[in-house]
């Protein structure tokens, strides 16, 4: 049997097509769920997360605009459907980030990716001399590319407090890395 | 690319997949930005989830995408207040309407006839508005009912369940006898009254009024 490529998933799904569906849930729904209570220790919080991603997928493959990598644009499904259910569950549940960090790929400012164009090595260092906080607030909008009003209904905090902590996150980190 | 030669260390995978916090933070960060843009690693990490995991996480998506969109029946009701329930309900049940306006129909048939007949409404109006409460009982009869096996265990069955299709039926019942009443003209004011004790005003009195004078 031929192989079909995400992109040709999501196209087939865009006409309704469920096994396209059910493919590319097979293939995503694994590192997607993993990744997810990577920044949510709630399984249950989770699995609605998930649900809600594929569902998403299923309802909107048209509006992918081919462009890019399809894990990409799911990730950026998911993590927006982990704020829903987040929210929808409980506003002031405390059970969200676990653990944090930032790398390429999702960058959007030419600062970030000074800040992250480093050996693996050097920026683990630099990252695991941040606070938690901090932390937190990097992986949010770097690695997963979020706006700062996103990450701050992520990690439940005022966006005001989310620019603070990233701009000392990159002073710290520019220091580490000098 | 990198990419192109570099894939994730099965000790990685293996840390990545067991428990969150078994590998650390940049590593982690490090293996999602590479899954984003591998999809041998990708099915690497697939290769080591849990297959029941995977097959519930799919279960769920396909409920949520298998459950039908609202027909035009429901969402008008929604509109009107109805909630999604009794919506659904009500739209779920075609043949049950069909039924239930078709002895409406006939009821209002014999109404427009007697009415033309006897020139005198009184004795059939005493009648006219059980009919239809009749149908809604008759609704409960097993064989009448497409829908009655799946009421009987559900907490709607009961009194709430004939309301709630007596309300329905009356529905119909209103906008038939509309048009019975522009058919029978002069009657009009009969045809309104006989709509009267399906809308709450005491039978007894309906009765004594039409009896009387018939």
Known sequence: ?178 | MSNEIWHAPEKLLDGFVADPGEIDSAAAASLEAHLLACDRCRGAVRARASESALEDSWHRVVAVIDTPRLSVVERVLIRLGVSESTARLLAGTPALSAAAAGSVAFVAAGFVASSRITESTGGFLVVAPLLPLLAVGAAFASVADPAGETAVPTPLQGVGLVLRRAAVILTAVFVILGAANLAIGGAGRAGRRMVAPGVGAPRWRAGARYVVPG
């Open chain 1, 1 to 178: 049997m031929r192989v079909q490529t995400d992109a040709q998933l999501l196209s087939a799904i865009s006409e309704g097509d469920r096994d396209a569906l059910r493919t590319l849930h097979d293939r995503h729904a694994a590192w997607v769920t993993l990744r997810l209570r990577r920044r949510c220790s709630n399984s249950d919080v989770v699995a609605d997360a998930v649900q809600d991603t594929f569902v998403a997928v299923w309802k909107s493959a048209a509006r992918w605009d081919g462009r890019g990598e399809p894990a990409a644009w799911i990730w950026g499904i998911a993590i927006r459907r982990l704020i829903g259910a987040l929210r929808s569950r409980d506003r002031w549940n405390r059970d969200r980030l676990t653990d944090v960090v930032p790398e390429s790929d999702v960058i959007t400012t030419a600062e970030d990716q000074v800040l992250l164009g480093i050996e693996h090595g050097d920026l683990a260092g630099a990252l695991g001399q941040l606070s938690p906080e901090l932390l937190a607030v990097v992986q949010a909008t770097v690695l997963d590319g979020l706006t700062t009003r996103e990450a701050a209904k992520l990690l439940g905090i005022p966006a005001g407090t989310v620019k603070t902590r990233m701009m000392r996150a990159r002073t710290q980190m520019r220091g580490a890395l000098a």
